[in-house]
Nanobody, 116 residues
Framework: QVRLVETGGGVVQPGGSLRLSCEAS????????MSWYRQRPGQVRELVAE???????NYGDSGRGRFTVSRDNAKNLLSLQMNNLKPEDTAVYLC??????????WGSGTRVTVSS
């Protein structure tokens, strides 16, 4: 059974930082492209950042410049370091695992609220 469990969300003031983690089980983690998406209220899900099995990272407009994605294949762990957070970063952040073929797997998300 595939499980993706996100942790690290919370409430932070503007300008603050958070580090999100996603622990994966039930998959051969190292061969999957792993991604962070976010869903803001009333908006479509958008790519924040992804990292391929080969360690190449890519950022969506929402994550470029302030966020850093990383993976630890030995621990089946995906991370997202978020700095200089803004109120518009308030969202549910979801981890996903993308196989070469077939549909991705999704976690249930962790909520980030940026508010003073």
């Amino acid at each position: 059974q595939v499980r993706l469990v996100e942790t690290g969300g919370g409430v932070v003031q503007p300008g603050g930082s958070l580090r999100l983690s996603c622990e994966a089980s039930g998959i051969i983690f190292s061969i999957f492209t792993m991604s962070w998406y976010r869903q803001r209220p009333g908006q479509v899900r958008e790519l924040v950042a992804e990292v391929t099995s080969g360690g190449i990272d890519n950022y969506g407009d929402s994550g470029r410049g302030r966020f850093t994605v990383s993976r630890d294949n030995a621990k089946n762990l995906l991370s997202l370091q978020m700095n200089n957070l803004k109120p518009e970063d308030t969202a549910v952040y979801l981890c996903s695992a993308w196989p070469t073929y077939g549909s991705p797997y999704w976690g249930s998300g962790t909520r980030v609220t940026v508010s003073s």
